[in-house]
């Protein structure tokens, strides 16, 4: 059965302080990973990753992909408390159309 | 920009009512889904279409139905509603099969059946 593992499940911490979430996945013919922020409203797209070991950063967010060991993580450095959010993690396959998706890693950034 | 609308963003209804939900897209996306967002459980797929009239059935289908007659709407029909599907409903739209695209959401719809 396809899947995707987040954790921690929830995360409370300090402005200026660097979160790692980590995203586990099993899902046959792997094709892209994706990872998504949402505040109270929908999700908003953040990152696509399909290589290994190639990091994309936007700002204080970089994320990157390990497809042997099957797992992403995303970094953010220096949090605000604007970064406080659900930070969902969704992976998609070669055969189907399906987004599937983690329960998500609730993040808080206390001032 | 991609916009995907959902045409409610809160609603209440009663225990055995026809409840109708509807998204569209602006982008000429091929796919579209429905998903069932519920603390704990992140998003579950209800269904999702890959063209018009087409239709396949994601996690939880139960209870739940779909209409796509154009290509830029899909709606989520809940024949009888129940107050186990209480939740927030998003819908997402991509392009079509074979393209490395991520979905996009609309603001998501949070029911509630009393």
């Known amino acids: 059965e396809d899947k995707v593992v987040q954790s921690p499940l929830s995360l409370v911490v300090h402005e200026g302080d660097t979160v790692t979430l980590n995203c586990s996945y099993e899902?046959?013919?792997?094709?892209?990973l994706l990872w998504y922020k949402q505040e109270k409203k929908a999700p908003t797209f953040l990152f696509m990753l399909?290589?290994?070991?190639i990091e994309k950063k936007s700002g204080r967010l970089s994320s990157i992909l390990d497809k042997k060991e099957l797992f992403s993580i995303l970094n953010i450095t220096a949090t605000q408390t604007g970064d406080s959010a659900v930070y969902l993690c969704a992976v998609s396959a070669n055969t189907g159309n399906q987004f599937y998706f983690g329960t998500g890693t609730s993040l808080t950034v206390i001032p | 920009d991609v916009k995907v609308t959902q045409s409610s963003r809160y609603l209440v209804k009663r225990t055995g009512e026809k409840v109708f939900l509807e998204c569209v897209q602006d982008?000429?996306?091929?796919?579209m889904f429905w998903y069932r967002q519920d603390p704990g459980l992140g998003l579950r797929l209800i269904y999702f279409s890959y063209d018009v009239k087409m239709k396949e059935k994601g996690d939880i289908p139960e209870g739940y139905s779909v209409s796509r007659e154009k290509k830029e709407r899909f709606s989520l029909i809940l024949e009888s509603a129940s107050t186990n599907q209480t939740s927030m409903y998003l819908c997402?739209?991509?392009?079509?099969?074979?393209?490395?695209?991520?979905?996009?959401f609309g603001q998501g719809t949070r029911l509630t059946v009393v």
């Open positions: 997402a739209s991509s392009l079509s099969r074979g393209r490395w695209t991520e979905a996009f």
């Open positions: 899902v046959t013919n792997f094709r892209s």
């Open positions: 399909t290589s290994s070991g």
């Open positions: 982008m000429d996306h091929e796919n």
